[in-house]
Nanobody, 126 residues
Framework: QVQLVESGGGLVQAGGSLRLSCAASGRTFSMYVMGWFRQAPGKEREFVAAINWSGVTTYSADSVKGRFTISRDNAKNTVYLQMNSLKPEDTAVYYC???????????????????WGQGTQVIVSS
């Protein structure tokens, strides 16, 4: 079992930056693909970014490419989402997730992920 705890959300003006963190429990964190998803009010939860176990391979949704960067520190059991040039449409609850399958490439569908955090709210004002 893995427990995930997100932090770093908040209120920011458009054009600003936030850094989300997700701290994981357990010894096997370094083996998991990690992902970030978000869910805006009235919308489906959508993929934002994912990173493989080593941190070498990352994927990002088209809507955040060039603005958001996912990274991880396996020594600290933590994955990060650096969000720059934030837009009002980035407003959502952001969730961290872990995929325990031994896959070569990060997956982008929420059904692939086995463990989820409780989410952290990000609000971007215009």
């Amino acid at each position: 079992q893995v427990q995930l705890v997100e932090s770093g959300g908040g209120l920011v003006q458009a054009g600003g930056s936030l850094r989300l963190s997700c701290a994981a429990s357990g010894r096997t964190f370094s083996m998991y693909v990690m992902g970030w998803f978000r869910q805006a009010p009235g919308k489906e939860r959508e993929f934002v970014a994912a990173i493989n176990w080593s941190g070498v391979t990352t994927y990002s949704a088209d809507s955040v490419k060039g603005r958001f960067t996912i990274s991880r520190d396996n020594a600290k059991n933590t994955v990060y989402l650096q969000m720059n040039s934030l837009k009002p449409e980035d407003t959502a609850v952001y969730y961290c997730a872990a995929d325990k399958a031994m896959v070569l490439r990060p997956r982008t569908t929420k059904s692939a992920y086995d463990y989820w955090g409780q989410g952290t709210q990000v609000i971007v004002s215009s």
